[in-house]
């Protein structure tokens, strides 16, 4: 098997590129700016000449797309997304790289058949989140031959050993102000960055298409997510103190958005480990 990981130096795409590599695939990784491993190669997905000069040469049998941009997300749907799946062979697995955020009504418990719901364009994450259902969109009309990963908060050590950078922010705003504060009624299903990649490895080989959430069965609020990785990181965990959101004063932040795994860890054999 060949697989293509787009976007290989990212926080997640750097931990399965060495995991694919350890387990002897052969792999090939791309980024934005040059590399010095052999492995990894500079591609950018605006340019659809880059994209199609790799997809020829290297004729991936599984494509991965790890990218993601807060601000940017709509740009590299529309333009990036729209290049790979205008050269990308049927016979190709896509999977794609997709988030827990697509739901506003905040009751949680996602299940794959639930509809994402698009945010007002007011709504602080409606660039990104309301990109991410173009980009299923877009992937289910046009690549018979996907997968639709959803997964919450990503955690945990990178393949270069760095920790996420949510955790990094935290960090540097308690060095500053020797606090933070972290919402106890925002839930989420924080997912480990060595779970979701090797995820993804059975995924790459298993006759499955269509969405899967990932992830433990166990939800976990912000509060409880920050004071376990400052604990866990050997940092005093009563830097964290409690905050709860106000529904009414912020609309569009979704209080509940954990994600239904149960088929995911019926169907896989990775343990998804919990916070």
Known sequence: MKMLIIGATGFLGST??????????????????????????????????????????FLPDVVVWTLLSRDEEDILINIGLTNLLSV???????????????????KGNYTEIDEPTPFPENAALSTYVNAKIHGETKTQELHKNHVIIRTGPLYGRDYHHQIEQRTQRVLR????????????NLYKTFVHVEDLANAILELS???????????????????????????????????????????????????????????????????????
């Open 205 to 275: 080989i298993k006759n499955y298409q269509g969405i899967i959430h990932v992830g433990p069965d166990q939800k976990t609020s912000y509060y409880m997510f920050y004071k376990t990785r400052l604990k866990d990181l050997g940092y005093d965990e009563r830097a964290i103190q409690p905050l709860e959101i106000d529904p009414t004063k912020q609309p569009f932040v979704p209080l509940d958005s954990s994600l239904n795994t149960e088929k995911a860890r019926s169907l896989l054999d990775v343990k998804f480990r919990t916070v």
């Open 173 to 184: 705003e308690i060095q500053d102000k020797n606090v933070f504060l972290a919402a106890s």
């Open 88 to 106: 990308l062979s049927p016979k190709a697995k896509l999977i794609f790289l997709s988030t827990d955020a697509l739901f506003l009504d905040g």
């Open 16 to 57: 399965l590129f060495g995991f694919a590599k350890e387990r002897g695939i052969h792999v090939l990784g791309t980024s934005r700016y040059t590399n010095k491993h052999p492995q990894i190669i500079e591609m950018n997905v605006m340019e659809i000449d880059s994209i199609k000069q790799v997809i020829s040469e």
